[in-house]
């Protein structure tokens, strides 16, 4: 039975291109973010300058779920049919970047994919995300859909996406070109070894190099907001605990200095 291989177009790019492997996971870094909410990590961001950081577009297939890891990166592209044929690529996706990209994850990482939004295509499956499972992947990134939803809402892999498509990856207008190569997902430049942290609200990139201290940021701003919290639930205003005024900010800091703080927490 002829698997498409006898009809495949003419090499005229090697693929799938391969970036350098992203530098390890810090897992206590890591371990550190799981306390930062999606929220607060985009807000800390942008108080630090670096303003387009939440993956416009992906939700959470399934409500409830948390991620943090490491980012590694899967890019599609727009299929040319001297390169890519989607007639026959059904069989030779093994060969493209992404097969390859499976496996190359590393236990705790987040995959985060480029499939420029498309409604078409559907970029993971349930074999896929399964044998991403296994190798140890915590989250799914994709900025575009999935197939097999309802087997792989039972796999316990948390996933956003933009929706599902019964169509496999490269069935009509994209194709897996690269991997571990910087990518645009949602509007934000994401790159390998970037951290994710994902819930609810969304999918967040942290870049690398600002994670400490984004974890800095986030520890004085959640512990204020504790303090707010309590005030607006005493029935204080609104406008003089949410942000802090300079004389509530004096009121939080000595209800902090009498230990306060370490107890509301």
Not at 78 to 91: K, L
Not at 209 to 216: M, Q, T, Y
Request: hydrophobic share 40%; aromatic share 8%.
């Amino acid at each position: 039975m002829s698997t498409g291989q006898d009809n495949l177009p003419n090499r005229v790019w090697d693929i799938p291109v391969r970036g350098d492997a992203p530098p390890p996971a810090d897992a206590e870094l890591v371990r550190r973010l799981h306390g930062v909410s999606a929220a607060t990590a985009c807000a800390r961001m942008n108080s630090q300058g670096v303003r387009r950081t939440w993956i416009d577009g992906p939700v959470a297939l399934n409500r409830g779920q948390k991620a943090v890891g490491r980012a590694v990166t899967l890019q599609f592209m727009p299929q040319r049919e001297d390169i890519a044929d989607g007639v026959t690529q059904e069989y030779i996706e093994r060969t493209t970047a992404l097969w390859a990209v499976l496996d190359e994850i590393q236990p705790g990482d987040v995959l985060v994919v480029e499939a420029k939004g498309s409604n078409t295509t559907g970029c993971f499956g349930d074999m896929l995300v399964r044998y991403f499972k296994n190798r140890g992947g915590a989250a799914l990134i994709v900025d575009g859909r999935i197939r097999d939803v309802p087997r792989v809402s039972r796999l316990d892999v948390p996933v956003w996406c933009t929706g599902a498509t019964p169509h496999y990856a490269s069935q009509t207008e994209m194709f897996p070109w690269a991997y571990n190569v910087p990518v645009a997902v949602g509007g934000v430049l994401t790159l390998p070894g970037d951290y994710v942290v994902a819930d609810d609200d969304g999918a967040v990139v942290v870049p690398r190099g600002r994670a400490e201290r984004l974890l800095a940021d986030a520890a004085a701003h959640e512990e204020w907001e504790v303090f707010s919290r309590m005030r607006i639930d005493q029935g204080a205003p609104l406008r003089d605990y949410y942000p802090l005024t300079e004389e509530t900010r004096r009121e939080y800091e000595l209800w902090r200095a009498n230990g306060a703080g370490t107890e509301a927490r």
